[in-house]
């Protein structure tokens, strides 16, 4: 038999800092269940299986202009997922079929059918991987490496963030264009994976006391691509080992002052206008 409530998370309070548990989001369970019956024409009653859990999601807690307007106390958390049509007047999505969209922290939804993107797996994907490899932070780190980044064999590529849903993309389709990978991350357990399972030709810890002597011996012949997922000192190092017209592409950074980590550019931006290094953003989500 059908649940007749079903739960959302929303937001409660705008968090100054980090978010705190039991005080930024509010659990509600009551929520009366939509019957399938009730759609009007067009309407998919859709059932998120599993969220997306993004970086980004932190600067829509906060009320202030961005790319997109911030959630808004007591609305349901903003989130991509994908999951199953459960009922559907809209002959796009039949009943049973697999969807993704941004419904938010919901266990059920009523949607528009063009709120919904059909999901097609390719042979041997998961359906998880339409939130991955397959979704939006795979789409940014192909075109942002490939696009942006102009990556060609023979470039000597570095992707901080490397162990991240994007980073980790970055790297591995670095290596399929004939570069050598570097990649930057926080444990030397995400080092040991993304050099032993992802291929990476080189990782550093950027949590290693000795990382400052480690990147500048690592990048000693200059970096071609700097794929920036993190901003902040990697980035003013990276800045400092450029090659002439090296790309850097901004994808965690503040390009254009709407993502949520902060740049910090201070002595190294000489160096970048020595080096006439270029910059262009993209934005995916
Ligand atoms: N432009 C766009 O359209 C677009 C699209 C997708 C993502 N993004 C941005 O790209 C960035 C990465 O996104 P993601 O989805 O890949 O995130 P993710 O999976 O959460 O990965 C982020 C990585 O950042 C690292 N990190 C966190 N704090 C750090 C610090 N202080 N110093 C160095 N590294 C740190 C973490 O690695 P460790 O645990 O190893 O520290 C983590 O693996 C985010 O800033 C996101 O907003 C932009």
Known sequence: MAPNTYKTIVLAKRPKDNVIPGETFKLISDNAAPSADSLKDGEVLFQPNYLSIDPAMRGWLNDTRSYIPPVHIDEVMRGQAVGVVLGSKDSKFPKGSYAQGTVGWTELKVCKGKELEKIELPRGARLTDALSVLGMTGLT?????????????????????????????????????????????????????????????????????????????????????????????????????????????MCGGTLDGLCILTITLTSSQASASITRLSRRGRRTT
């Open 141 to 249: 780190a192909y075109f942002g490496i490939t696009d942006v980044g102009k990556v060609k064999a023979g470039d000597f590529v570095v992707v901080s963030g490397a162990a991240g849903a994007t980073g980790s993309v970055v790297g591995q389709i670095a290596k399929l264009k004939g570069a050598t990978v570097l990649g930057i991350a926080g444990s030397d357990e995400k080092c040991s994976w993304l050099k032993e399972e992802l291929g990476f030709d080189g990782t550093l810890n950027y949590k290693d006391k000795e990382f400052g002597k480690k990147f500048r011996a690592a990048t000693k012949n200059l970096i071609d691509v700097y794929f920036d997922n993190v901003g902040g000192e990697i980035l003013d190092m990276a800045l400092s080992r450029a090659k002439p017209h090296a790309r850097f592409v």
